[in-house]
């Protein structure tokens, strides 16, 4: 038989255990836009602030020749989507909300297979991943880590400058651009 005590000590602990667990990260499915998902993650505010950014390339998304989108398909879950699309957000702060290009901003679920409508046919492994068109056509994205800065390689895909794909992840390189291992 269980002494009083013992009772209300297992009890605290359980409690204990259930309420130290992480709550899960909200998902903010389908198309969007910053304040919802400030909204919904109201921590990624503080990113925003804290990113540094290269403000001469910043200025330069202002005046992009026309003909040219990104979508961003990022998912509210991901710490990689918070620190890359805070740091759009940040370039959009320093030019003053504007840039020369219209851009589309996706939540996708955590096994980024939806919302279909928007995932299918995108090829979607990583995110967040930035994919720039122009005149209809995709000529590059950014995979979950850009790297020369989100802003540089944006502007260097939206001018004709870079093309294809643009990451830190060695395993979505080819093989030919994978740095050698001393």
Do not use: H
Request: glycine share 8%; charged share 25%; net charge negative.
């Amino acid at each position: 038989m269980l002494r009083p005590l013992t009772v209300l000590v297992l009890a605290a602990l359980a409690v204990g255990c259930v309420s130290s667990r992480k709550p899960e990260k909200p998902v903010l499915l389908g198309e969007t836009n910053r304040e919802a998902v400030e909204a919904v993650v109201p921590d990624w505010v503080a990113q925003v602030v804290a990113s540094e950014i290269d403000a001469a390339a910043a200025q330069a998304l202002v005046a992009v020749p026309p003909g040219a989108e990104v979508t961003i398909l990022f998912g509210t879950w991901c710490g990689d989507s918070r620190r890359e699309v805070s740091r759009f957000w940040r370039v959009l702060d320093e030019v003053g909300g504007e840039v020369g290009f219209p851009y589309r901003l996706i939540g996708v679920s955590r096994d980024k297979t939806g919302p279909a409508e928007f995932v299918a046919g995108q090829d979607l492994r990583y995110v967040p991943t930035f994919i720039v068109r122009r005149d209809g056509v995709e000529v590059g994205r950014i995979v979950e880590s850009s790297p020369n800065g989100l802003e540089t390689d944006l502007l260097a895909l939206l001018e004709g400058r870079a093309q294809g794909l643009l990451t830190l992840r060695e395993d979505l390189l080819p093989a030919s651009e994978v740095p050698a291992t001393p």
